[in-house]
Nanobody
Framework: VQLQASGGGLVQAGGSLRLSCAAS????????MGWFRQAPGLEREFVAA????????YYADSVKGRFTISRDTAKNTVYLQMNSLKSEDTAVYYC??????????????WGQGTLVTVSS
């Protein structure tokens, strides 16, 4: 599967953005999908993940209650709805794909990043 992320931009603190990750290939419906982010000077960190059938989702504590991950199998797309954004959410966001056992820690397929900048 190949991944293409989009939707980043500049938003004021308290605002919202929705990121999209379009997947190509016939395996989208059988893989778990996730979002990670990397802020300047920091390591890449897990943000959210959703399993192949959409039945389970996982979130980093820092985004619980503010971010929602979802997937549309018909469109081969995974989304990250980000609400109540904070300046500390500023980062390059990456989507990723892999089996469920790896999706929150070390996924092997990555898309290019999309920059989210939250101004205070």
């Amino acid at each position: 599967v190949q991944l293409q992320a989009s939707g980043g931009g500049l938003v004021q603190a308290g605002g919202s953005l929705r990121l999209s990750c379009a997947a190509s290939g016939r395996t989208f419906s059988s893989v778990s999908m996730g979002w990670f982010r990397q802020a300047p000077g920091l390591e890449r960190e897990f943000v959210a993940a959703i399993v192949a059938n959409g039945a389970y989702t996982y979130y980093a504590d820092s985004v619980k209650g503010r971010f929602t991950i979802s997937r549309d199998t018909a469109k081969n797309t995974v989304y990250l709805q980000m609400n109540s954004l904070k300046s500390e959410d500023t980062a390059v966001y990456y989507c990723a794909a892999d089996q469920a056992s790896r999706i929150t820690t070390a996924p092997r397929t990555w898309g290019q990043g999309t920059l989210v900048t939250v101004s205070s």
